[in-house]
């Protein structure tokens, strides 16, 4: 019925850059908060970014002036731009959206996961 697709990730060296992308598909009359999660090997799921539709952005404290995310609500899609990338924030990122279907039910919906590998 909904589908959050996820594209970018990789390996990068410390002190580098990547690009997350995640667009949502489906039955969908609109999309309130988007963000992305993050969970490395032997830890909890852990918040790293939201944005509201309106587009008022929260982070976690330890990517605070690092990573930016962004949102195109025509395209339904967010986005998380990582800078100055330390070898800490290696994990599967995960997308999420509070989607609002066309039948006016609401939905908690996660992307597949991308892996993000930084090497020191």
């Known amino acids: 019925q909904v589908q959050l697709v996820e594209s970018g990730g990789g390996l990068v060296q410390a002190g580098g850059s990547l690009s997350l992308s995640c667009a949502a598909s489906?039955?969908?009359?609109?999309?309130?908060?988007m963000a992305w999660y993050r969970q490395a090997p032997g830890k909890l799921r852990e918040l790293v970014a939201s944005i509201t539709r309106g587009g008022s952005t929260n982070y976690a404290d330890s990517v605070k002036g690092r990573f930016t995310i962004s949102r195109d609500n025509a395209k339904k899609s967010v986005y998380l731009q990582m800078n100055s990338l330390k070898p800490e924030d290696t994990a599967v990122y995960y997308c999420?959206?509070?989607?609002?279907?066309?039948?006016?039910?609401?939905?908690?919906?996660w992307g597949q996961g991308t892996q993000v590998t930084v090497s020191s």
């Open positions: 489906g039955s969908i009359h609109s999309i309130d908060t």
């Open positions: 999420n959206a509070d989607i609002i279907l066309i039948s006016r039910s609401r939905i908690q919906d």
